[in-house]
């Protein structure tokens, strides 16, 4: 599952009036998008995330600002920065996040395959490991 998650290139559309950038369902990331949320107005030193969820996939990308993610598959740890609103990183089932290091002002947008249900979510990191290394 960590070798499915990666950095994608948005589109962009440049214009003297400034950038625009696009994300379809299906094509610029590989689910229809169900539900769209966001994390603004985060406090300097505040860690996120801290769960994994059993079927939902994710795109994550740093509207304004900057901030750190680490993915854990439960064997192996991979860590990213966003820091532009043309990238997005998708996370995949089955792969613990925890974000930190948000600079001020971040917005973290995140585009979702699925309505919220915490059913969905391993919130405790050995219950998580035990389902992963299954
Ligand atoms: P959580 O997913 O733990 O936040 P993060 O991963 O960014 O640290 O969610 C925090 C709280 O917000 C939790 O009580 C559930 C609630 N929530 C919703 O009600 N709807 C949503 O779409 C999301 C993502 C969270």
Not at 28 to 54: E, N, T
Not at 95 to 117: K, P
Request: proline share 4%; net charge negative; charged share 25%.
């Amino acid at each position: 599952a960590l070798d499915d998650c990666r950095i994608i290139e948005l589109p962009q559309v440049h214009d003297q009036r400034g950038n625009l950038t696009f994300v379809e369902g299906g094509r610029h990331v590989p689910f229809d998008i169900r539900r769209a949320y966001y994390l603004y107005d985060v406090p300097a030193g505040s860690h996120r995330g801290g769960h994994a969820h059993r079927e939902l996939s994710q795109l994550i990308i740093a509207m304004s600002g900057s901030f750190d993610i680490l993915l854990d598959d439960g064997c192996e740890k991979r860590k990213f920065h966003l820091a532009r609103p043309h990238y997005g990183l998708l996370i995949t089932p089955m792969v613990w996040r925890e974000m930190d290091n948000f600079s001020g002002g971040s917005v973290c947008m995140v585009l979702a395959s699925a309505h919220y249900d915490e059913s969905d979510y391993f919130r405790d990191y050995q219950q998580f490991c035990a389902a992963a290394s299954r």
